[in-house]
């Protein structure tokens, strides 16, 4: 097992412009989980994935945000016309499947919006 | 719903001292229950879970937790801390039936260890 891998480590950008990051899970683990994590406070669950689906999505995710997991493998979230409030670390997690209750999580990527 | 209060947002101890990180939940459903640490700039890394059976569970690096249902607690312990051991601590609970459901996450402890 390498790990969750996550690309880029940190990512700084002016507002409104639009922002990807990548979320390499560990190999064979069929869900995939985005968190955010703003400054002092513990990570708010995003979206998942189970394989290529998305099966649910917060209401902290507004139309500004787009996950994807084209292949089951990897996934993207996009953030369009980014806002000084989108600073924070985003977490990606992975986990193996049915009958299994733990997330394994990536390093983050650190976003902020100048 | 399912949610987490951390009672204690920073809780500093001398190194070799007893620590205890303070946990309460609330859950209409099953509980499954977490604790993760988070190491600066570094993702979360699982320290023990408690899922069914008995109700001390143990972790990495010496950590254990008590699951009390009466009470709704869920609190972490390490009977001698390391400087090591300074770090952000998260505890979490699984939210829905399902085991592949998301996690919601206390607002953390700072643990600080001062030699």
């Known amino acids: 097992d390498t790990g969750v891998s996550q690309d880029p480590r940190h990512k700084i950008t002016k507002r409104g412009q639009n922002v990807t990051f990548r979320c390499d899970p560990i190999?064979?683990?069929?869900?995939l989980y985005w968190y955010r994590q703003t400054l002092g406070q513990g990570p708010e669950f995003l979206t998942y994935?189970?394989?290529?689906?998305?099966?649910?999505k917060s209401r902290l995710l507004s139309d500004r945000f787009s996950a994807e997991r084209p292949k089951g493998s990897f996934s993207t979230l996009e953030i369009q016309r980014t806002e000084q409030g989108d600073s924070a670390m985003y977490l990606c997690?992975?986990?193996?499947?049915?009958?299994?209750?733990?997330?394994?999580f990536g390093a983050g990527t650190r976003l902020s919006v100048l | 719903a399912q949610s987490v209060t951390q009672l204690d947002s920073q809780v500093p101890v001398f190194e070799e001292a007893p620590v205890e990180l303070r946990c309460n939940y609330s859950?209409?459903?099953?509980?499954?229950l977490f604790w993760y640490v988070q190491y600066p700039n570094q993702g979360l890394q699982l320290l023990l879970k408690?899922?069914?059976?008995?109700?001390l569970v143990k972790g990495i690096n010496g950590f254990e937790a008590e699951f009390n249902k009466s009470q709704t607690s869920f609190h972490l312990r390490k009977p001698s801390v390391h400087i090591s051991d300074t770090a952000e601590y998260f505890c979490?609970?699984?939210?829905?039936?399902?085991?592949?459901?998301?996690?919601?996450f206390g607002e953390g402890t700072q643990l600080t260890v001062n030699p």
């Open positions: 997690a992975s986990s193996p499947g049915v009958g299994s209750n733990i997330q394994y």
């Open positions: 190999s064979e683990h069929n869900r």
């Open positions: 994935f189970q394989n290529e689906a998305q099966l649910e």
């Open positions: 859950s209409s459903v099953s509980v499954y």
């Open positions: 408690y899922l069914s059976g008995s109700t």
């Open positions: 979490a609970v699984r939210v829905g039936e399902t085991s592949g459901s998301r996690l919601t």
